[in-house]
């Protein structure tokens, strides 16, 4: 998938590996300078050198989404120095599989806390000032838990289902107010991602995506016309078995 991004500014969360990284890499070869954003820093280093050969300009961004505070000045930061932001995927996700009779409190606000608030935390900052500059491309990556619960996973199916309620708010209140921005929820099946092999070591990688896959998907939504507009796409391995 090509899109020509030239001269344009996207934030990736969640971006220094797995999907995020991913993304931040399709993202800045086609063209857009790329603020990479995690709480890695060792990692954000190593993607913004592996990534931002051959004039590819990649920039580590170390921020906790969960804290407003840090939001805002980051968000104001990069407007201050690229003057836009025209692109913000919201990548970032953690997940504790456990019962829900054995998650702490502690546990439960981690995953909702990153997967929702800290993705509605980089919405408000940024739509707002998209809206002045009558452009933009929000994308949130969502996951087929939006649509189906299964066990283990009570915290990480409630946070992408209220992430996929609050895109399509967006998307409407979009449509409604400033047709220059575009809001698209991504549903990705299971990658071949840390995010899976390191909580289940002996998962049959056969049936994952390569999640470069769902970062093309990414750059499909990027990619329509302005006439046309692409509020969510589903995007799973063929043997998914948690869709529909």
């Known amino acids: 998938m090509h899109v020509d991004l030239t001269g344009k500014t996207a934030l990736v969360t969640g971006a220094a590996r797995g999907l995020g990284a991913a993304l931040a890499e399709r993202l800045c070869a086609s ?13 954000l280093r190593a993607l913004c050198d592996r ?22 000045e980051a968000i104001t930061g990069v407007y201050d120095t690229a003057g836009s932001i025209d692109v913000l995927v919201n990548n970032a996700a953690v997940d504790v599989t456990k019962p829900i009779e054995h998650l702490t409190a502690h546990e439960a606000a981690l995953v909702i806390g990153t997967n929702l608030v800290g993705s509605i ?43 996929r309620a609050f895109t399509h708010t967006l998307f409407q209140e979009a449509q409604r107010d400033c047709p220059g921005i575009g809001v698209t929820g991504i549903i990705a099946g299971g990658m071949r991602t840390p995010f899976i092999l390191e909580r289940f070591p002996d998962v049959d990688t056969s049936g994952l995506q390569d999640p470069a896959i769902v970062a093309d998907t990414v750059l499909y939504a990027l990619s329509v016309p302005a006439s046309s507009v692409v509020p969510e796409l589903v995007i799973i391995p063929r043997t998914e078995s948690s869709w529909p």
């Open 31 to 43: 063209g857009a300078t790329v603020w990479a954003a995690d709480v890695r820093e060792d990692a």
């Open 51 to 72: 990534a931002g050969g051959d004039g590819h300009d990649v920039r580590p961004l170390t921020l906790d989404i969960r804290d407003p505070e840090q939001v805002t």
């Open 121 to 163: 935390n980089l919405c408000l900052e940024t739509y707002r000032r998209m809206i002045k500059q009558k452009s933009g491309h929000i994308v949130n990556v969502l996951s087929t838990a939006a649509n189906r619960t299964w066990t283990e996973a009570g915290p990480y199916s409630a946070s992408k289902a209220g992430l």
